[in-house]
């Protein structure tokens, strides 16, 4: 490939290419490694959505996260995250954020009210179910509850949802070592610590970024 080809999108070059956090688990102690592993290969079953949940939730999760173009497959494709079974995880366990809106449900509740509101627009709008929507309308539908602009969105603050939604969704996706691999972080420093303290100094393990001028935040905010 010469440096006129573009890679097809979800595709693009890495930003640290050849690093993998999980090369360094040997140097973290055993119940980090324990903690960290679980989320790639110890994954518990669905115990909290019903399938019909889990299929909206999946799709609802992937899109939050531009989870769009990982593969031809996605169930097997080692770089997707599989967001839905850390959610259900923490909604089977009540592991929630220790608080929520006093003009919403509890998380579990309110995460079954909003995907069923977002299943309810779905075929109002389309004439089938979120799960079954292209990529392109669940992008649509997600928008739509983005930018509401009505005070109650099947009877919730919209703002709300959206903040139910994207901490759920963030916190699943920025705990998981491919997300680490994606930003460049090195992973769990205990209890080895850092040598190389201060801007742009890198561990001996560490990758420099091989796109220091491409700022995603820029290029979407322009």
Known sequence: MNGDEQLPPGNEAPRFP????????????????????????????????????????????????????????????????????????????????????????????????????????????????????????????????????AERWHGMAPKQVWSLWTRYAATAFYSHPEAWNEIGFSGPAYPRGYKNRGVNKLEPYEVPDARPDDDPVAERNS
């Open 18 to 149: 050849g690093f993998d956090v999980l090369s360094q688990k040997d140097h973290w102690d055993d119940a980090t490694r324990s903690i960290v592993l679980s989320r790639v290969h110890a994954l518990p079953p669905i115990r909290f959505f019903t399938p019909g949940e889990e299929a909206i939730a999946s799709a609802l999760l992937d899109r939050l996260m531009g989870q769009d173009d990982v593969g031809p497959n996605k169930d097997l494709d080692p770089r997707r995250i599989d967001l839905v079974r850390m959610v259900d995880g923490r909604l089977a366990e009540g592991e929630t954020d220790g608080w929520h809106y006093d003009t919403m449900p509890q998380d579990d509740q309110a995460w079954r009210d909003t995907l069923a509101g977002l299943d309810e627009d779905a075929r109002e709008r389309y004439g089938r179910g979120f799960a079954d929507c292209t990529l392109e309308e669940q992008r649509e539908l997600l928008s739509a509850v983005q930018g509401w602009q």
